[in-house]
């Protein structure tokens, strides 16, 4: 099949602004009219490899989702879970981050729907409803703890079976290795800030002895009332996880060491 009856095959099966600009020998790059949600096109290259041809993104994709998430993080259920079903419902291969899709039987048309919807779909993985991004947020802050804080000091949903045999103030992490344990808790609501709070407030009238940190998911969403009442019981907090984790990490270090 000539290049130019692949051209009108990706513009009949796909669209018709669809165009195919040489790259050197046996490469092309698919102009194509879709976009990311910023606005920049997708990046598809058909080219030769032994006897096939194939798309492929050249790992552009996976680059732009670690714009704004660290790729430890796509490894996740939710985020993974999104991911496998796009590259399994269009069979796409995911070959060390670069899609690819190999062309069969010479349906170039078919195969680019594909591949696009492919890259559409993964893509999402940045645009997630509220509350999926709340539940990654949550398995986030507990893979930063797990991979930076010893197994045998770090308890999730850990409550205090003394004053609280009915686990109504839940600490979403405490870390056992010292004196004064580190109760960390992960917020991503206005209600979750209220109820670390309370939560904290309480076990002061325990008089438990404890240290107090919170990593918001986005402090600037959580309202200023809710916000300084917290700010007043908590000695420690961070306005995001991504872009603290050096801090986190170094507030950690310096916490569990004394």
């Not at 050197?24 to 910023?38: A, I, N």
């Not at 594909?114 to 893979?143: C, G, H, M, P, Y």
Request: net charge negative.
């Amino acid at each position: 099949m000539s290049i130019e009856t692949v051209e009108r095959d990706f513009q009949r099966k796909v669209s018709a602004k669809i165009r195919l600009e040489s790259e050197g020998l046996q490469r092309y790059r698919v102009l194509t009219p879709f976009r990311f949600e910023d606005g920049d096109h997708l990046v598809i290259v058909l080219k030769k490899e032994g006897s096939h041809w194939l798309l492929t993104d050249e790992a552009h994709t996976y680059m732009r989702l670690t714009y704004d998430i660290e790729e430890r993080y796509l490894e996740k259920s939710t985020r993974q879970n999104i991911i496998s079903n796009a590259l399994s419902e269009f069979q796409v291969l995911d070959r060390d981050r670069e899609l690819v899709q190999f062309v069969k039987d010479e349906r170039y048309g078919d195969s680019l729907y594909s591949f696009v919807q492919a890259i559409l779909k993964i893509s999402n993985v940045s645009f997630l409803s509220r509350e999926r991004i709340r539940s990654t947020f949550k398995e986030d802050f507990q893979a930063l703890l797990v991979e930076n804080v010893p197994e045998n000091q770090c308890t999730f949903d850990w409550k205090d079976s003394v004053h609280d045999p009915d686990g109504k103030y839940i600490i979403d992490c405490r870390i056992n290795s010292m004196e004064r344990p580190l109760f960390v808790q992960a917020l991503s609501t206005d209600g979750a800030t209220r109820d670390a709070t309370i939560t904290f407030l309480n076990f002061e009238k325990w008089n438990v002895p404890f240290r107090s940190m919170a990593i918001f998911e986005d402090q600037e969403k959580i309202s200023r009332k809710v916000l300084a009442r917290f700010t007043d019981i908590c000695d420690r907090q961070f306005s995001s996880l991504v872009a603290n984790r050096g801090r986190i990490l170094e507030h950690l270090s310096e916490t569990i060491r004394n």
